[in-house]
């Protein structure tokens, strides 16, 4: 995180000298050039030490003070004395102040008791800012698999951790993006910096921008204090922009100049600051087909995607499904303190057919259903969804029906549906399975698919469009690079 310093000393000379030894890349030292006005200030705008002559304390000071801590980040409050005496010193301290120094010291001295103090207001900002870490830290081995096509995935992957390049996910919702980029961060030269993801498409436009770099005060009606953005408080980190193509283009325009230019400028600020970032980006659909559709700028989208990655989603690596099962139980039946050790093969099956729409995470929803609602140390078919549950037939312990061999086991859910809405699934579903499985067989070759399917290219293409289809996805899986 970047931190700032506001120096308001009256010696000239003692405040540039104090500017030039504090100042590093992790550190903003801010001097305000205009005294009306202020203690209003600096009581407004964000600060994490505050440098101040004793001369220019405003009164009554215990009053101010108050004022000032009563923000939930106030800043640490450092007066730098004229006089050495003992009992002005313990005076101020009993009023607030969180230290006082001598002006007379050498500056290397006020130095490193500033320094002794911004290292304190490090671990606390830390504390107040942000959310616990989750009890399980992603990791790279979380996306280790026996799917073909994941195996690809991840020999690209730890490429990318010792790197600051940009990186672009692709996947499907639920897929696990976030979990990646943590991943990602976590293993690399950034570790001991901050992960903040932020969903550029959970937020209304008005706000998304001050989100990511922040404001001044009375930059916008209701901007009452100053805020640090989200780049500001990632310094030294990674930010993780989730749902980027739903940032507008307008704000694309800033954001690309911050990655090209590393330095952020808030809102009704006329000051920019340089900010060390890493950015990961990611999208639920293929980004460039944004920048076809003119929604999305194609240089930010080049800045964005010097390296692009797309995660598999679950259903095209069933394979996965067991032991990704095996490692949920584990995890979550530890953290709900249930005495659930396993799955009984019937569960695995019906959970090995579904097609998982949610992926990873509507997986590890169900796992957390099922374990709670286990009455066994096995989780049960009966433990299951309806809808996951309902793909096999006979329940534990019931025989086959005489005619079960001859019957189309249908999802128990379809019987509440129109036999419209039935048949539209059930051939909607036919179509896409076909072609994966043509696009697998010829290695995402689109002309040898169009010929064995008996279309023209172009309507291959559109069916792709339709189910989400990437032709660069088999070409990987298919070990075909051309």
């Known amino acids: 995180m970047l931190i700032r310093i506001t120096l308001v000393v009256q010696n000239s000379v003692v405040r540039k000298q104090l500017r030039q030894v504090l100042a590093r890349p992790d550190i903003l030292v801010q001097v305000p050039r205009v005294r009306k006005n202020m203690w209003e200030r600096i009581v407004h705008d964000p600060a994490d030490a505050l440098i101040i002559s004793r001369s220019l304390l405003p009164n009554p000071l215990k009053e101010k003070m108050d004022e000032l801590q009563d923000r939930p980040d106030s800043p640490a409050v450092v007066v730098l004395s004229d006089s050495p005496c003992p009992a002005i010193h313990a005076q101020l301290m009993a009023e607030g102040v969180d230290a006082v120094l001598f002006e007379g010291l050498a500056v290397e001295q006020v130095r490193d008791a500033i320094e002794a103090m911004l290292e304190k ?164 659909r293929p980004l460039e087909d944004e920048v076809e559709a003119g929604r999305f700028r194609r240089d930010l989208y080049h800045r964005l995607s010097v390296v692009t990655v797309t995660i598999p989603p679950l259903r095209r690596r069933p394979e996965d499904v067991p032991t990704l099962v095996e490692r949920h139980i584990a995890y979550l ?96 579903d036919l179509e896409r399975q076909y072609l994966e499985g043509l696009l697998i067989a010829t290695g995402g070759r689109i002309g040898e698919t169009a010929k064995r399917a008996g279309l023209r290219e172009h309507s291959i293409y559109e069916k792709m469009k339709k189910f989400g289809l990437r032709k660069e996805d088999y070409r990987a899986s298919h070990g075909d690079k051309a």
């Not at 959970?202 to 805020?227: C, D, I, K, M, N």
């Open 333 to 428: 039946a530890r953290q709900m303190a249930r005495r659930v050790t396993g799955i009984d093969p019937q569960a695995m099956q019906a959970l090995c057919r579904y097609p998982w729409p949610g992926n990873v995470r509507e997986l590890n929803n169900v796992i957390e259903r099922a374990i709670l609602l286990c009455d066994n140390t096995e989780i049960a078919l009966d433990d299951l969804p309806e809808s996951i549950g309902g793909t096999i037939a006979a329940s534990p312990g019931a025989g086959p029906a005489p005619d079960a061999a001859h019957r189309l086991r249908i999802p128990e859910h379809w019987l509440a549906r129109p036999l419209g809405e039935v048949r539209e699934k059930f051939f909607s």
């Open 121 to 284: 207001r490090r671990r606390l900002t830390q504390k107040s800012f942000f959310a616990p870490q989750p009890l399980a830290e992603p990791r790279l081995a979380d996306f280790v698999s026996k799917s073909s096509s994941m195996a690809v995935f991840m020999n690209v992957v730890p490429r990318l951790v010792r790197s600051d390049t940009a990186l672009l996910i692709e996947g499907e919702t639920g897929v696990g993006k976030e979990r990646l980029a943590c991943a990602i961060h976590a293993e690399g030269p950034r570790s001991k910096g901050r992960f903040i993801a932020l969903n550029c498409g959970a937020l209304p436009e008005h706000l998304l921008e001050s989100e990511l770099f922040g404001h001044v005060q009375g930059a916008f009606t209701g901007a009452t204090a100053a805020r640090r953005g989200w780049f500001e408080i990632a310094h030294g980190g990674t930010l993780f922009l989730d749902e980027v193509g739903e940032i507008p283009v307008h704000l694309q325009v800033k954001l690309l100049r911050v990655l090209q230019e590393h330095e952020i400028q808030p809102i009704g600020s006329e000051k920019s600051f340089s900010v060390d970032v890493r950015v990961i980006a990611a999208s639920n």
